[in-house]
């Protein structure tokens, strides 16, 4: 049976350095602006999500139309600043997620592909070493590591016991 392939991708060397430099580029503009957290740290943090994002922008508003309503505990220009930055970051964010999950899929098909291909190249192996093909068993001894278990076999049914 011949292979399916679902999906066929090549990328140039030239591609590939321009994709790593603007990876480079970017890294660079945010170095010393972005901070690493620790998944520990992470979870100490609540997240804004689109109904509290709604909020905040209504509280912006409001804080923008009442200034003397603005409490003097609350940094004004500290807020604006990171609201800017914030909404900044989450249109960078949407761009870069949506280009990082094509490349996934991208390469979740080729994964499967690759996967694919192997598996049958360590099948039509593995007759050939049955069928003693000169060379062919050192290449299974080598391959079969992957399935050191070999195959499950499915449980005999032991006989029930007779009840009294």
């Known amino acids: 049976m011949a292979q399916e392939n679902t999906i066929s991708v090549n990328f140039s060397t030239e591609e590939i350095k321009k994709v790593k430099d603007a990876i480079s580029t970017i890294a660079g503009v945010l170095e010393g602006k972005v901070k690493s957290l620790t998944p520990t740290e992470r979870q100490g943090f ?12 209504r509280v912006k508003l409001q804080m923008d139309a009442n200034p003397t309503k603005v409490p003097a505990y609350v940094d004004k220009t500290e807020f604006d600043q990171d609201y800017a930055a914030h909404k ?44 003693n093909d000169p060379g062919a068993g050192t290449i299974y001894t080598d391959l079969k590591q992957q399935y ?3 195959r499950a076999k499915a449980p005999v049914a032991k006989p029930s016991e007779p009840t009294n």
């Open 148 to 150: 050191p278990g070999g």
């Open 88 to 131: 900044q970051l989450n249109e960078l964010i949407n761009l870069l997620d949506q280009q990082l999950q094509l490349m996934k899929d991208t390469n979740l098909l080729l994964g499967y592909d690759l996967d694919g291909a192997a598996l049958m190249f360590y099948r039509a192996i593995k007759v050939a070493a049955t069928n």
């Open 46 to 57: 609540g997240r804004v999500k689109y109904e509290k994002e709604v909020w905040i922008d």
